[in-house]
């Protein structure tokens, strides 16, 4: 830490801030767009030109109106075709992939765009770390904590993105950072512009409505425990300048959504989650419709609503899901913990380990004790929620938004340089050099990174798959390694992603599939399966046989509803398109082999 003393920190802050630039810009350029990047992408186009947001409603619309925002001033648009808005379809995916479909090689271009748009909210989040570090815990704490966004594999591969998480985790620390402040010194324009973070982090993701009832139950719990007590004015004050900053906080959703829909009545809604309807006449129905609540009016647009409904929905309907080796239809209460042991650099586990060391060993003169307490809060809240949501779990990155408030946090183990031991000194540099080399060393591959203790990015499926470490990022790799091997064609692929192949000029064809079944092995079409000599390259997401649609080839997309491609984790890859591509070339002997351990009949 003894830089610190030969620079001033806020140059330090600002010289991290732009390498992290630079590392996000330059990641965003190399690779494909993710299944959820093309819908966001449809979605924000269709709400710059239409005014309405029922695509993607799922999630607020601030992050991809901000990314589609110089995509749709160069005049790029998605198709003029009705689309189906019922909350049981979701089009916008569809509305994405005609886009892509319809540019080509140019959409690639407009997705890169878009995702330099959303540089200012990485720029940001790492800024309030910084910040809100430096006035918890001193300078010291404030770079490592934004060392640790700036250098962080999962920031990394987020902020390259146009999803909404990196905006979230960002606009919501933003958020609590400003209740923060106003706690420590009420005032009425601190409330103003805590209502304006609230507003901004509800407008990214709908998770952060907790902060509607977390933050009311801190202000008072922990207002309990000053002394002496507030007096009775200053609690009226106080709770006028908490409620008038919700009102600010709700029009500003209000306005985000153009009030498209907003105070609609309670039972005029469309809703398909348990929670919010009833079975009438063998249908589903809005549970409100006829009662006293149906004529509530909700202050809130119609879509933020519907968009919680649907996610609840999605929920519900339990997709399989994949840990460490294992299928299920539903989710496990401790996939986000799994995840981060796996996915966080150990670099940061062992500064974890030594901020622990500080609770009570160093006392800390700028901030008390409910001060942490607030700080620490929303980032413990945010995933305790994500985890009780148990009907499916795909992306670590739902819980992104908690781990601003965790590097903060760690930042106080810098406060052990004050002790002047050489050795705690040491091991600090040491676990934040292992957490950042270990992130570069895999960039700008750092949605596949995994630690050492997981086995790395190649043994990272064995573990997680999805957005985790294969989202369709690694098309445009395959396709330099196809140009650099001419005797890889013709190519049989499963590509994660909804985007066809072909619009990056990458031509393919499925690969035969495999037995699935007893039946499979002895019934006419066992001699046409898989495993088949040739070239192939498999996402490893499908390799671990995910139930998902792919690219076919032919302008369509298929539903893979068996694990038809497990049979190629019986080969050995020759080798990678990134961390998410495995590439297989097959000789008749080799298949043969496999067939007959699989029962197959052998290729003459």
């Not at 549970?287 to 879509?303: H, I, K, S, Y």
Request: aromatic content about 14%.
């Amino acid at each position: 830490m003894a830089l610190v003393h030969s620079f001033r920190p806020g140059y330090l802050a600002v010289v991290l801030l732009g390498i992290h630039a630079a590392l996000v810009g330059w990641g965003a350029t190399r690779h494909s767009p993710s299944p959820d990047e093309v819908g966001h992408m449809g979605a924000g186009l269709h709400h710059w030109h239409t005014g309405t947001f029922d695509l993607y409603r799922v999630n607020p619309p601030l992050v991809r109106l901000l990314a589609t925002a110089p995509v749709a001033l160069l005049g790029a648009r998605e198709r003029d075709t009705e689309v189906n808005t019922h909350p049981f379809n979701r089009p916008e995916f569809f509305v994405g992939r005609d886009f892509v479909n319809d540019h080509r090689a140019r959409a690639f271009w407009y997705f890169t765009l878009a995702r330099w748009a959303c540089l200012p909210l990485t720029l940001l989040g790492g800024y309030i770390c910084y910040r809100w570090g430096r006035e918890l815990y001193g300078p010291k704490a404030a770079l490592l904590a934004l060392a640790l966004w700036c250098f962080s594999p999962m920031m990394l591969a987020n902020a390259q993105m146009i999803t909404p998480d990196t905006g979230a985790a960002a606009l919501g620390t933003l958020a609590c950072y400003l209740f923060w402040r106003w706690f420590r010194e009420p005032s009425w324009p601190r409330a103003y512009w805590m209502g304006v973070g609230l507003g901004l982090a509800l407008l990214c993701k709908t998770s952060w409505i907790l902060l509607l009832p977390l933050w009311p139950l801190s202000w008072i719990v922990l207002r309990s425990t000053q002394r002496p007590l507030l007096h009775w004015r200053a609690w009226l004050s106080e709770g006028g300048q908490v409620a008038c900053s919700f009102l600010l906080g709700l029009v500003l959703i209000n306005v985000g959504y153009l009030f498209e829909g907003s105070f609609m009545q309670l039972g005029r809604y469309t809703f398909i989650s348990q929670p919010l309807t009833v079975a009438r006449d063998g249908q589903l129905k809005n549970r409100f419709t006829d009662t006293w609540a149906g004529a509530l009016p909700m202050p809130v647009p119609r879509n933020f609503l519907s968009g919680i409904d649907v996610q609840r929905r999605d929920f519900e309907r339990r997709y399989w899901s994949y840990l460490g080796g294992e299928w299920r239809q539903e989710g496990w209460w401790y996939y986000y913990l799994y995840g981060l042991g796996v996915k966080w650099p150990l670099g940061n586990w062992l500064l974890l380990l030594l901020a622990l060391c500080t609770v009570g060993l160093v006392k800390n003169r700028r901030s008390t004790w409910q001060d942490e307490v607030l700080m620490i809060l929303p980032g413990v809240s945010l995933f305790a929620l994500v985890s009780s949501q148990t009907g499916f779990n795909h992306h670590l990155r739902y819980v992104l938004p908690a781990l601003p408030f965790a590097f903060i946090w760690i930042g106080r183990v810098a406060e052990l340089s004050a002790i002047r031991k050489p050795l705690l000194s040491s091991a600090i540099m040491i676990a934040l050099g292992w957490s950042i080399g270990t992130s570069l060393v895999v960039y700008p591959h750092s949605m596949s990174y995994f630690n050492e203790l997981a086995g790395g990015p190649p043994n990272g499926h064995a573990h997680l798959v999805d957005s985790n470490i294969d989202w369709g990022q690694d098309l445009f790799y395959l396709k330099r390694w196809l140009e650099e091997h001419p005797e890889a064609r013709p190519l049989g692929l499963v590509y994660f992603g909804f985007i066809d192949p072909r619009a990056a000029d990458v031509e393919f064809s499925l690969p035969a599939r495999g037995p699935t079944d007893e039946a499979d092995l002895t019934g006419p079409f066992a001699a046409t399966l898989g495993p088949r000599p040739g070239w192939y390259a498999i996402s490893v997401t499908l390799l671990r046989g995910y139930r998902f649609s792919v690219p076919d080839g032919k302008d369509g997309m298929v539903y893979l509803d068996k694990e038809y491609y497990t049979y190629f984790l019986r080969f050995q890859p020759v080798a990678r398109a990134g961390y998410s591509i495995y590439i297989y070339h097959l000789d008749q002997d080799a298949c043969n082999r496999v067939r007959a351990e699989m029962g197959l009949p052998r290729l003459k």
